[in-house]
């Protein structure tokens, strides 16, 4: 199973907000700059992010982005869900499209089923809080300055 760019940018940013924290405002320009990727990238994300009620968006100068609850509510394997266009991780797995021959006999597909399955409940099983437990580490990473 591989994650898409677009999950992994959507990820990023919920770790470079989580290290910002909740009272501190970044830009997108912020975030592409300390994981040097592309900002138009970012505005898509983030706007999602935003649809979805992980971020918060504030207009104007002076504003910025900031997330929008407590790490410990936003869930990993919720966000890969909400982030990912599909999971369809051989043929068989979309119905619209499959065209295997031997899909209606081949055993695969049920540990493949079971793979995702497993795949999910590991992240299922981690929130944005876990993922930031070296925190003070991350932020000299991404080379955060503390007011």
């Known amino acids: 199973m591989r994650l898409t760019v677009y999950t992994d940018y959507s990820l990023r940013t919920l770790l470079y907000l989580g290290v910002r924290g909740q009272d501190h405002l970044a830009t997108i320009q912020e975030i592409a700059d300390a994981y040097q ?3 138009n990238h970012l505005m898509k994300v983030t706007y999602d ?9 504030i207009r104007g100068r002076g504003g910025g982005i900031r997330l929008a609850m407590d790490p410990k509510d936003i869930n990993i394997g919720e966000v890969v869900r909400k982030t990912e266009e599909d999971f369809h991780i051989v043929e068989c797995f979309n119905p619209e499209s499959n065209l295997c021959k031997i899909s209606a ?3 695969l597909k049920f540990a493949l089923n079971q793979a995702l399955k497993a795949y999910f409940a590991v992240l299922d099983s981690y929130t944005l809080a876990d993922v930031l437990a070296s925190k003070d580490a ?5 080379g955060i300055t503390r007011n």
């Open 138 to 142: 991350l932020t000299e990473l991404f």
């Open 37 to 39: 990727i592309s900002k």
């Open 105 to 107: 006999e081949c055993q």
């Open 49 to 57: 992010l935003g649809q979805h009620g992980y971020i918060e968006t």
